[in-house]
């Protein structure tokens, strides 16, 4: 199994749609997790950290489940600016350093 | 002002060949890392590299080497040039050694290795 699991889409939405993407774990003792958007050969940008408790930024919604080992973003009110791979990062400790792994990306793609 | 540099941003070579790929930071971060994105897009951390630690990923050839001359700037120099080391390689950088806070990254080296 992969350490860090995302389906790769593509999703292909309408604009104004809600959008779910998951991105499940294998490591339990992981750490900290991020959300990040790389637009097509573009380099990758932050777009929010995940926390234990959820959180929101404008239409964006992060959310972490430890007992089923994934997280999830939720888009709502797609924008064509959207469009982008999102990529899930997972940071879990390694013997005594810790280890960063990024997901394969999910392809998201809002239609006009 | 740009944040994190990379050059060249495209790299057409041949096999055998040696090359190396600069990146430099003004951000005033200390850790630096080199990630490999592949055609299929997955995205895989090669080093991590503080003045104190390197971090190499156990799957990287040795052909692969970082080097770092000063805390703004991490260079890659690559041996023996193969087909499959055609990748786009990203350059990032974070405050904080080992703790992986976000990370900002360049805008990519396209090696393309005939």
């Known amino acids: 199994r992969k350490e860090v699991e995302q389906d790769p889409g593509p999703f292909n939405v309408p604009e104004g749609a809600t959008v779910a993407f998951n991105c499940t774990y294998s490591n339990s003792a992981s750490q900290s997790f991020f959300w990040y958007r790389q637009d097509c050969r573009k380099e990758p940008k932050l777009l929010m950290s995940v926390y234990s408790s ?10 972490l489940n430890r007992a089923s080992q994934y997280i999830s973003l939720l888009i709502r009110d797609s924008k064509l600016s959207d469009s982008a791979t999102y ?12 280890q960063l792994t990024f997901g394969s990306g999910t392809q998201l793609t809002v239609l006009p | 002002d740009t944040a994190v540099s990379q050059t060249p941003k495209y790299l057409v070579t041949q096999m055998g060949n040696d090359k190396s790929i600069k990146c430099e930071q003004n951000l005033g971060h200390d850790t630096m890392y080199w990630y490999k994105q592949d055609s299929k897009k997955f995205l895989k951390i090669m080093f991590s590299y503080n003045n104190k630690e390197l971090i190499i990923n156990e799957t990287v050839p040795n052909r692969f080497s970082p080097k770092s001359p000063d805390k703004a700037h991490l260079n ?27 990370q900002f990254f360049g805008p990519g080296t396209r090696l393309t290795v005939l």
């Open chain 1, 87 to 98: 990529l899930c990062v997972v940071i879990f400790p390694s013997g005594s350093a810790r």
């Open chain 2, 76 to 102: 890659l120099h690559i041996n023996s040039l193969e087909l499959g080391d055609s990748a786009v390689y990203f350059c990032a950088s974070s405050q904080g050694a080992g703790s992986y806070n976000e």
């Open chain 1, 54 to 63: 959820g959180n929101e930024d404008g239409r964006f919604t992060a959310q």
